[in-house]
């Protein structure tokens, strides 16, 4: 067992507004389609009953992009991890509305889940998308992508599996890139940023930045 965690916390938990629809999803589908947080490894073919590539999604917001990936590509395995109730709810109205098979949630710490419930070479990718910038400078020991993660995640791929982040901060963008180029175990699959890879759907967010001339970034390595 592991004692309790002193890791810098990238998030903070607000008590939002959480809707009745949502409230209701997380009593009734969190037991469906969750999977509890416990300090052992899980077995991935178990949770998702077959053998198919697995992604795991870190921080999904309200949860449109995760289950329109996950519609769209049907052959591939999603665990993602939040910890914010509302968008948890969220995201398991669509699972049911959409019939998706193919995704599971855990609604804890992504760190504590990927130390201790994730069996090393069990990914074939990891998608982080638009992580909080934490822009403040003083704040910036918060953000999620620091070097003690990206070794964490290059121990859970398999050889050639990838991580593939993506910001709308430029800032965070030059430290993820330096990061990732700075992890020997890693190969960018770009020159610097990479394009929009298909399957990352565009956000209403992101359609609307893009038009007031707002950048936004993707990071996409490879494991060696």
């Not at 921080?59 to 590509?73: C, K, L, S, V, Y």
């Not at 995704?103 to 990914?123: F, G, K, P, T």
């Not at 990479?194 to 993707?218: C, I, M, N, Q, S």
């Amino acid at each position: 067992m592991h004692q309790r965690s002193t890791h810098i916390r990238s998030y903070v938990l607000r008590q939002g507004y959480i809707s009745s629809a949502q409230r209701r999803c997380l009593e009734t589908l969190l037991p469906v389609y969750g999977v509890p947080y416990l300090p052992q490894p899980l077995d991935l073919n178990c949770i998702f009953g077959r053998s198919a590539t697995k992604i795991l999604e870190i921080g999904f917001g309200m949860g449109e992009t995760t289950a329109a990936i996950a519609q769209a590509h049907p052959q591939n395995d999603y665990l993602a991890i939040d910890v914010h109730a509302p968008g948890v709810g969220s995201l398991l109205k669509q699972i049911q509305e959409l019939g998706l098979k193919n995704v599971r949630v855990i609604q804890h710490d992504a760190v504590e889940v990927l130390r201790d419930m994730l069996a090393d070479s069990a990914l074939d990718g990891v998608h982080i998308f638009f992580p909080d910038p934490w822009h403040k400078t003083r704040h910036n020991k918060r953000r999620l992508i620091q070097v003690g993660l990206v070794k964490q995640l290059v121990t859970k791929l398999k050889q050639g599996g990838y991580i593939h982040v993506a910001t709308d901060w430029q800032s965070y963008a030059e430290q993820i890139l330096s990061l990732l180029v700075g992890e020997e175990m890693l190969s960018n699959t770009a020159v610097g940023y990479a394009p929009r890879p298909p399957y990352r759907p565009l956000t209403k967010f992101e359609k609307r930045g893009l038009r007031l001339g707002h950048g936004v970034w993707d990071v996409v390595f490879k494991r060696n």
